[in-house]
């Protein structure tokens, strides 16, 4: 079962850090889902060798992260903003091709935690 935590309340500009525990699939990643939004992939990471992969619109305030030593699936969110705020979800998966990677799509994830609202506004 994957369980997230750091959720909450955040003025724009603010950092959050999210965590879920790690299921020890090959391919955990990040998702979040604004009201009246699908569902969309914010980051990933192949856990074996810790490759990271990243949305287009994630890149450069996102930092996803493995920390072995206390199982835990980290994301690290800078300089919020309000379009930022959603339901975020960690999510665990097989890898897909060859070489394995890690897809950013929410139907490729088989298994997945019930979600941590992060909102950021004034």
């Known amino acids: 079962q994957l369980v997230e935590s750091g959720g909450g309340s955040v003025q724009p500009g603010g950092s959050l850090r999210l965590s879920c525990v790690v299921s020890g699939a090959n391919c955990m990643g990040w998702f979040r889902q604004a009201p009246g939004e699908e569902r969309v992939g914010v980051a990933a990471?192949?856990?074996?060798?810790?490759?990271?992969y990243y949305a287009e619109s994630a890149k450069g305030r996102f930092t996803i992260s493995q920390m072995n030593a206390v199982k835990a699936l980290q994301l690290q969110i800078n300089d919020l903003r309000p379009d930022d705020s959603a339901v975020y979800y960690c999510a665990a998966a097989g890898a897909l091709g060859w070489p394995p990677n890690c897809s950013l799509m929410p139907n490729d994830y088989s298994w997945w935690g019930q979600g941590t609202q992060v909102t950021v506004s004034a």
């Open positions: 990471i192949y856990t074996s060798s810790k490759t990271t």
